[in-house]
């Protein structure tokens, strides 16, 4: 690879450790409103000034040349598993890989979703077990979205001290897999979250039309990865969409944030509770925008094996359409990362025995924005508002992050709209075998991220250290 514009990687910081000052000359700053041509200054890891142009600087100010490239607020992913148990298998990126992939992939934060705790734990278990995982490994900022795994009197009690003593304003609930919520429970909780401001966000597929189609493959000897897909047709997704929908509007129209949305049908679902006001958002993900169901004809199907799965080919577009007029609000990367040569091949013969999920968290961002906004389909602004404001709004990190104004967190991607990068495995920062996108083309590529005014990745290298990144304590939801 190429990397067509070259910056000093020398790095100011003060004998007391702190971040000297910045100066980001003359490129296209853009937030989620608008983009303009301006200096951006930084002192001290914030943000100190936006304008046209900045004279006055303090005196051993780092001066960067971004001339031709946008700068914008870093990336935010709220869907990774770093770390995570499935009890079949570890996934291959802790809290250190994680997130120093997702630094080169100009993500300068990420909202965990926590793993199942041993059967009947606490709310509080599995935080105090994840800060200790991302304590001196991550690299960059981090919060984690609470875990529900089943529910009663204290679960309800211990939820406001979640969001007001922990900082932590989501969570998710399940309605597949082992420690799936009824819906009486899935009432209590959203119920109960509403009330203590935290934001419900749900794994919607139907269990058991899930259960009877995997087990009747199963007997008719289809064990081979390409019948995950039809074991959890797009139908399964859609009904617990709007399942999900219906519970939240009886449960005081508590909020609700769709995670991993994979199909146009659960999309309308969507679109027919806000047209009716529902507090309802959409997350979508990259895979779900560029690959589809024919993956899984190939050869090496076991590394597109995910929940939900990869969709016929004319769902793309669809959410594509969704993106465009405002019905999906995110795009996060559901990372879950399991090597191909080892963890994956535990389902050759069988494909419920293969751990779901699939990495991405450096991908994101290139992808988003070649094929979004470099193809014409999106605005650079369109595109902030999708990585990194509507992030920083719904999970309670705004004005510190997502933002490009005075006194917010300086968490910054420049990015080269004229760079040309073929994605391979060996470009990427993590800790898997194989990337889902090889072969990709992208146009525009992140060449900068900054994290709290120090330089996290440069040109393709990380730059940053395990240990910096910092826990959010996040605000309550507020709508
Ligand atoms: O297959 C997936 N997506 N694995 C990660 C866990 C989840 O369901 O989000
Ligand atoms: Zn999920
Ligand atoms: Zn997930």
Not at 137 to 153: C, M
Not at 424 to 430: I, R, S
Not at 431 to 450: A, H, K, R, V
Request: proline share 5%.
């Amino acid at each position: 690879m190429v990397f067509k514009r070259s910056f000093s990687t020398h790095q100011d910081t003060h004998s007391d450790g702190t971040s000297s000052a910045m100066l980001i000359r003359q490129g296209i700053v853009v937030d989620h409103l608008e983009e303009k041509k301006a200096d951006v200054l930084i002192v001290d890891g914030k943000i100190a000034d936006i304008s046209e142009t900045i004279s006055s600087y303090p005196e051993e100010t780092r001066i960067i040349d971004a001339s031709g490239l946008y700068v914008m607020p870093g990336g935010i992913d709220v869907h990774t598993h770093f770390n995570i148990d499935v009890g079949i298998a570890k996934s291959c990126d802790d809290f250190y890989t994680g997130t120093r992939a997702a630094a080169c992939g100009g993500t300068t934060m990420v909202v965990d979703h926590m793993g199942f705790g041993p059967r009947g734990c606490n709310l509080h278990h599995q935080l105090s077990v994840y800060k200790e995982y991302a304590k001196d490994t991550a690299v960059i900022d981090y919060s984690f979205h609470g875990v529900i795994q089943h529910i009663n009197d204290e679960i309800l009690a211990e939820m406001a001290s979640m969001v007001e003593v922990e900082g932590i304003s989501s969570f998710k609930l399940y309605l597949t897999y082992g420690y799936k919520l009824d819906d009486e429970s899935v009432l209590r909780a959203l119920t109960q979250l509403n009330k203590v401001n935290a934001l419900t966000t749900v794994h919607p597929e139907n269990d058991a039309a899930i259960t009877l189609r995997r087990n009747q493959l199963l007997d008719e000897g289809k064990t081979a990865p390409k019948y995950h897909a039809q074991s959890r047709p797009l139908e399964c997704e859609a009904e617990a969409i709007a399942r999900m929908i219906n519970l939240a509007k009886l449960a005081d129209n508590a909020p609700l944030y769709i995670v991993h949305l994979s199909n146009g049908l659960g999309l309308d679902y969507v679109r027919l509770a806000r047209q009716n006001h529902q507090p309802v958002w959409a997350e979508t993900c990259p895979q779900y925008l560029l690959l589809d169901e024919s993956c899984y004809e190939r050869d090496d199907a076991l590394k597109f094996i995910l929940s939900p799965p990869l969709r016929p080919v004319e769902e793309r577009e669809k959410l594509w359409q969704g993106l465009i007029d405002g019905s999906i609000d995110t795009v996060a990367t559901d990372h879950c990362s399991f090597t191909y040569l080892d963890q994956k091949q535990r389902g050759k013969d069988n494909f419920s025995a293969c751990p779901n999920g699939l990495p991405g968290v450096e991908n994101r961002m290139p992808l988003l924005f070649s094929e979004g906004v470099m193809s014409g389909r999106m605005s650079p602004s369109r595109f902030v508002e999708l990585t990194s404001y509507m992030p920083a709004k719904l999970f309670g990190m705004f004005p510190q992050k997502g933002n490009m104004a005075k006194g917010s967190d300086a968490d910054l991607v420049l990015f080269d709209p004229k760079q040309q990068i073929t994605i391979t495995h060996d470009l990427l920062h993590d800790n898997t075998d194989y990337t889902p996108y090889e072969s990709m083309q992208c146009l525009g590529w992140p060449i900068m991220t900054i994290s709290h005014g120090q330089v996290v990745a440069c040109n393709g290298e990380f730059m940053g250290e395990a240990g910096n990144g910092r826990f959010v304590r996040r605000q309550p939801f507020s709508r």
